[in-house]
């Protein structure tokens, strides 16, 4: 069965420092995996996906993620955050199944602080 | 592409009553989707349309949930003889029918079971 797990509850940092946000996957099929951010009273908002093709996969708003068979990880980065980044992010992977329904899986999120 | 509308925004009711929920989704897309969201946890799959078949539901989907979506177009979520656990943020998506679409997400129907 396909799972995802995000290893940070919560991160916190400054305007203008980099962002990581960890994604740890399970799947044993070839995954699509994606990247949600929900901003508050907002609906959920598609970051980025991987189906793949290239490994590393660049998405909206600066946003960038690797997907890393051998470590089955799919962190989220970006180079410099901003006041506006501040939301909670969701990693997601897609269950194909017999069916392909396309169902999403999510994980239980990461709330991302920015500090001026 | 006017985006996935879901009415009401917010719904307060008594423990007992049944409640209903609507979803329009994007006009072409043919796939529909209802997942519960609670307080700090990641949205949580419910069912699932193709067109107005309903092709799977969740072991999370008790009986006193139903979903139809009859013309293929909007759908509807209700729920009978609500209970306080059922308190959540209802989220509707819809996508097109094609190998990883993405998933368009409304702004979801917060319920509150008092």
């Known amino acids: 069965a396909q799972s995802v797990t995000q290893l940070d509850s919560h991160v916190s940092v400054s305007e203008g420092t980099p962002v990581l946000l960890r994604c740890n996957y399970s799947s044993s099929y070839s995954p699509s995996l994606f990247w949600y951010v929900q901003h508050p009273n907002k609906g959920l908002q598609l970051l980025l996906k991987?189906?793949?093709?290239?490994?590393l996969v660049k998405g909206i708003n600066g946003f960038e993620a690797e997907f890393k068979k051998s470590e089955t990880s799919f962190h989220l980065t970006k180079p410099s955050a901003h006041m506006s980044d501040a939301a909670e992010y969701f990693c997601?992977?897609?269950?194909?199944?017999?069916?392909?329904?396309?169902?999403?899986?999510f994980g239980q999120g990461t709330t991302l602080q920015v500090k001026p | 592409d006017t985006g996935v509308s879901q009415n009401p925004r917010h719904k307060i009711t008594k423990r007992g009553q049944n409640v209903t929920f609507r979803c329009d989704p994007i006009?072409?897309?043919?796939?529909l989707y209802w997942y519960r969201q609670t307080l700090g946890q990641g949205p949580e799959f419910l069912t699932y349309?193709?067109?107005?078949?309903?092709?799977?539901k969740s072991r999370l989907l008790s009986d006193r949930f139903s979903a139809e979506r009859p013309k293929g177009s909007f759908s509807t979520l209700e729920i009978q003889r609500t209970e306080q656990g059922d308190s959540a943020m209802y989220l509707c998506?819809?996508?097109?029918?094609?190998?990883?679409?993405?998933?368009?997400f409304g702004n979801g129907t917060r319920l509150t079971v008092t």
């Open positions: 006009s072409e897309h043919n796939r």
């Open positions: 349309f193709q067109n107005e078949a309903q092709l799977e």
């Open positions: 997601v992977v897609s269950d194909p199944g017999s069916s392909n329904t396309g169902k999403l899986i």
């Open positions: 991987y189906t793949s093709a290239a490994t």
């Open positions: 998506a819809s996508s097109r029918d094609r190998v990883n679409s993405p998933l368009h």
